[in-house]
């Protein structure tokens, strides 16, 4: 169908998306669309997808959930639009077009290359009253503290969820200057992604993982989701329709509370409910101070690490450190774009322990593999793993001891590395296998009692004390743990 270029009157909404790639519970969409006439438009930035930690993977994922919200507009006699360019460039669109429109956002808390942009836009329109931002995932931008955040957390899940737009009896036709979702996709496609086996994206499938993991994958999660092999199944998976929001945090959560009660599988409910309150702790995190990015939590632990191994850092994210567990999750991740929390915290634990890489270096690497990057997460658990946030204990993972426990049998590891499979278990799990595996990057021993006490050494003195406290007094949780 061709669209019919017509002049929109200056008092147009514009609904703009990052994130909250969905038509329910999408504030900036129900309320933009409230108006006579609205555009709906989702911002290309190719330096935004270049940037830190992003990826081609997440950007498929990520065309996925565009396709889904594209039909169920067009089922709304609804078009989505694209507007390539940054977010100044928009600003000046915006005004040189639709001098009185409205502006109508969600609340996105990302790397710093996108709060950048996002700062100078909300500067262009804010004097004159013109934007209005709806927060989202639970993070309180305005006066909050850490003191009662938790408990506005809880308030703000159990606020009645926004409605789908109701749009059908309105116009459709193409504002000059953008070009349609379905002209967009044609001519993008994620790039090198053959033979790779991510997730498909958008609202529709999101509503059905949800649904499978709550009536059925949920049992047995609380202790499943320790392993590589039963967590693929037994974990919710929701994690990149949380990123781009195909669903919302607070629709999940009232999902899981309606089945409370009357669940044969409360308690792994409850083990996955906290962790939606944990989602947004972490993100909150970064929110509150984004050179979270590249600075340590804890400013004296920035000279810690100060040089990179760029052929050690290689083999460990190629999955080739002569530790098969480990390059099995390498492996897999590259596969799927996804793995387990354990493996992560191992993975990250490795590389800024074993091989004392900086994190600055290795956290956008890793993050480039999950197509659920969310930055609040990925570079709060990234400092976590690696010992500089000051206010958790130092925790270095044996990745032996994973091997042995989380993989007896050694029957997943053989099932990513094809090399090893008829290799006795026993060899994998103490990665003894001379010349017909890969040579061992680092001795784990060795390494880790230098990682141990380099950072106790650190951790002593009274200055670094006195920081942590600082450090907990702005991020840290207050909700006691069950």
């Not at 270049?50 to 006699?77: A, I, M, P, V």
């Not at 053959?194 to 649904?211: D, F, R, S, T, V």
Request: net charge positive; aromatic share 12%; with cysteine.
């Amino acid at each position: 169908m061709r669209l019919k270029l017509l002049k929109y009157s200056n008092a147009v909404n514009i609904i703009l998306l990052h994130k909250n790639l969905r038509l329910s519970d999408n504030p900036a969409l129900y309320f933009g669309c409230k108006a006579k006439e609205s555009i709906i438009i989702y911002i290309y930035d190719k330096n935004y997808w270049q940037s830190n930690g992003k990826s081609q993977r997440q950007f498929k994922f990520c065309l996925d959930c565009l396709s889904d919200l594209e039909q169920k507009l067009n089922e709304l006699n609804r078009d989505l639009y694209v507007f390539e360019g940054d977010l100044v460039r928009l600003a000046k669109w915006i005004n040189k077009n639709f001098p009185q429109s409205k502006i109508f956002l969600n609340q996105s808390t990302d790397i710093g290359y996108y709060k950048d942009q996002h700062k100078k836009f909300i500067k262009e329109f804010s004097s004159f009253k013109r934007l209005t931002e709806y927060e989202d995932f639970g993070i309180q931008t305005k006066n909050h503290n850490r003191d009662n955040w938790s408990s506005n957390w809880h308030k703000i899940m159990n606020q009645s969820l926004v409605p789908p737009p109701d749009i059908s009896s309105a116009k459709r036709s193409k504002p000059s200057g953008l070009i349609t979702f379905e002209s967009f996709k044609k001519t993008s496609s994620a790039e090198d992604l053959n033979n790779i086996n991510i997730q498909l994206g958008g609202e529709n499938e999101a509503k059905k993982l949800l649904m499978s993991f709550l009536e059925k994958r949920v049992d047995g999660y609380s202790s499943k989701m320790s392993s590589p092999s039963e967590a693929e199944y037994s974990c919710s998976r929701l994690s990149p329709h949380i990123t781009f929001g195909t669903l919302s945090i607070k629709a999940i959560f009232q999902e899981v509370q309606k089945r409370m009660n009357s669940s044969p599988f409360r308690k792994d409910l409850y083990s996955f409910k906290k962790r939606l309150h944990w989602h947004c702790h972490f993100i909150q995190k970064l929110e509150t101070e984004p050179e979270l990015e590249f600075k340590s939590m804890h400013s004296m632990c920035d000279s810690l690490r100060e040089k990179e191994d760029k052929e050690l850092v290689e083999k460990w994210i190629s999955g080739e450190t002569g530790f098969p567990f480990l390059d099995a999750c390498m492996t897999y991740l590259r596969q799927h774009g996804w793995i387990n929390f354990r493996m992560r915290a191992m993975i990250m634990s490795f590389a800024s322990y074993n091989l004392w890489q900086p994190w600055q270096e290795t956290s956008p690497r890793l993050a480039e593999l999950f197509v659920d990057y969310e930055p609040g997460i990925h570079i709060c658990q990234v400092q976590m793993q690696s010992g500089v946030t000051g206010i958790n204990l130092p925790r270095i993972y044996s990745v032996l001891k994973q091997s042995s426990d989380q993989d007896p049998s050694a029957i997943w590891i053989k099932s990513q590395i094809n090399s090893l499979k008829n290799i006795d278990p026993k060899n994998i799990h103490e990665a003894e296998l001379n010349e017909i595996y890969h040579k061992k990057i680092i001795d784990l021993n060795a390494s880790a009692k230098k990682a141990r006490d380099t950072i106790w050494s650190v951790r002593k003195g009274s200055d670094f004390k006195r920081i942590a406290r600082d450090v907990y007094l702005k991020h840290g949780s207050r909700l006691r743990r069950a």
